[in-house]
């Protein structure tokens, strides 16, 4: 079988978040732009544990329960603080970082992204897996 060169290709233009080893989900420039997350304060998040899926739901209103702000210094990358979220979902903050495509889901009216990891793998302790009514 011949070698094949491998010639790395950036995705242009698709919008990423990152969840990073402290415990905070980050947004890359494409979706600064297209979910203009730079235009709000504050987010809701989401997880459905069947699909993996995460939802952050952007709002304007700092009273709305279970709010997470989102922190940003001058021409910096907005960051979500929200390790108790991931550590509820026991979703990991490892070492390297989780870079995950995202898209804007207009009938749930939030940022969607998946994870590549089975949900029957991520690591929860029986009082995280307690449903919240």
Same mark, same amino acid.
Request: charged letters at 25%; one cysteine or more.
């Given at each position: 079988? &011949?070698?094949?060169?491998? @010639?790395? !290709?950036?995705?242009?233009? $698709?919008?990423? %978040?990152?969840?990073?080893?402290?415990?905070?989900?980050?947004?890359?420039?494409?979706?600064?732009?297209?979910?203009?997350?730079?235009?709000?304060?504050?987010?809701?998040?989401?997880?459905?544990?069947?699909?993996?899926?995460?939802?952050?739901?952007?709002?304007?209103?700092?009273?709305? &329960?279970?709010?997470?702000? @989102?922190? !940003?210094?001058?021409?910096? $990358?907005?960051? %979500?603080?929200?390790?108790?979220?991931?550590?509820?979902?026991?979703?990991?903050?490892?070492?390297?970082?989780?870079?995950?495509?995202?898209?804007?889901?207009?009938?749930?009216?939030?940022?969607?992204?998946?994870?590549?990891?089975?949900?029957?793998?991520?690591?929860?302790?029986?009082?995280?897996?307690?449903?919240?009514?």
């Amino acid at each position: 079988m &011949p070698l094949e060169k491998f @010639i790395n !290709q950036r995705l242009s233009n $698709t919008a990423t %978040i990152t969840i990073r080893r402290v415990g905070k989900i980050s947004f890359n420039i494409h979706a600064r732009r297209q979910f203009r997350i730079n235009r709000t304060q504050f987010v809701t998040l989401y997880f459905d544990e069947e699909t993996g899926e995460i939802g952050i739901k952007p709002t304007t209103n700092k009273d709305e &329960p279970g709010i997470f702000k @989102i922190t !940003q210094k001058r021409g910096g $990358t907005p960051l %979500i603080y929200c390790k108790s979220f991931l550590d509820r979902y026991g979703i990991p903050c490892v070492e390297k970082p989780i870079i995950l495509g995202a898209h804007w889901d207009s009938e749930k009216e939030m940022i969607m992204a998946r994870l590549s990891v089975s949900t029957d793998t991520l690591t929860r302790s029986p009082e995280q897996v307690a449903k919240v009514e």
